[in-house]
Structure formats: C-alpha cells, structure tokens
C-alpha cells in the first residue's frame, strides 16, 4: 500500500519481486513513466509494464480501480529503499535499473 495524502494505492505483493526480476532481464535503465490509470503509458516504461497483459499477472498490479496507475511512481521508490534498484532523482523523465542481489 502507497498513501499520498488521504489517497490510498494498494498492488499486488508480487510486484516488488516481479518488476526486479523483469529489470535484472532488461539489464539497464529503463523510464519510470508514470500515468493515471485513464490515461495511456508510455511504451517501454515502468508504468506500460505494470499495466501490461504481458507482465507475470497478466494485466494491472494495481488493485482498486480508479487507483491502479502510478504504478512506476510509487513502486520503484520503495524498491530503492530496500536495496533492489539504483533510481534517478531527476525532476523528470527518471529512470531505474535493478541491482543484482545475486552476488
């Protein structure tokens, strides 16, 4: 869960492993791209991928409609706080990588 103000964003557990994984098999940066739900992603984005019927859950991590977008605003600064991203700080067009906790 993600509160911005009084807003509520919820997605799916699953995301944080399923992106990281999605990021180590890009193996560079990639635009964050976030987008309300009503409007479209940017293809090769964060966002598009969370969104996307192609990633592991077949559609939206998000999980309460109207809410479901964001997805690559909120999502990879909590990665980032556990280690598993580097992620620009830019004031905009940022981008992430994964950090491969392999060793």
């Known amino acids: 869960m993600c509160q911005v103000g009084s ?50 859950v077949g559609g939206w991590y998000g999980q309460r409609k109207g809410y479901r977008g964001r997805f690559g605003m909120y999502v990879p600064p909590l990665m980032e706080a556990l280690g598993l991203v580097e992620l620009e700080h830019n004031p905009r067009n940022n981008r992430v990588r994964a950090i491969d906790q392999r060793g």
């Open 7 to 56: 807003t509520k964003l919820t997605y799916l557990a699953r995301a944080v492993d399923d992106l990281h994984d999605m990021l180590l098999a890009h193996g560079d940066w990639m635009p964050l791209g976030a987008a309300d739900e009503q409007k479209d992603a940017a293809p090769g984005t964060v966002e598009a991928w969370g969104r996307s019927p192609e990633n592991p």
